[in-house]
Nanobody
């Protein structure tokens, strides 16, 4: 299994910034992509940003965060970051890290998807 541990959430004023981190750990695995999702009270979980681990790392963002959020990764540390700038009250949510890839050790590789426990982001004055 692959465990994901998030950090960096908190309370920030509108217009402020926060940086979320998510580190993956386990044994005998490789990661294809890592991303961030969020879920506000009473709403469905939605994709915020995702980055692939291969090559230059292609990215994809929700329209609502384009130009304000930046996702990046450190493959050597199996860690993904989400830099959030110009935060708005509507960004308030629980943010979840996600990773998918392959587990090794068996006869054949098996794919996996893991989720972190979530970190709360509150944007309020």
């Amino acid at each position: 299994q692959v465990q994901l541990v998030e950090s960096g959430g908190g309370l920030v004023q509108p217009g402020g910034s926060l940086r979320l981190s998510c580190a993956a750990s386990g044994s005998s695995f490789s990661i294809n992509s890592m991303g961030w999702y969020r879920q506000a009270p009473g709403k469905q979980r939605e994709l915020v940003a995702v980055i692939t681990t291969g090559g230059g790392g292609s990215t994809n963002y929700a329209d609502s965060v384009k130009g304000r959020f930046t996702i990046s990764r450190d493959n050597a540390k199996n860690t993904v970051y989400l830099q959030m700038n110009s935060l708005k009250p509507e960004d308030t949510a629980d943010y979840y890290c996600n990773a998918d890839g392959y587990l090794y050790g068996g006869t054949w590789p098996s794919d996996f998807t893991s989720w972190g426990q979530g970190t709360q982001v509150t944007v309020s004055s």
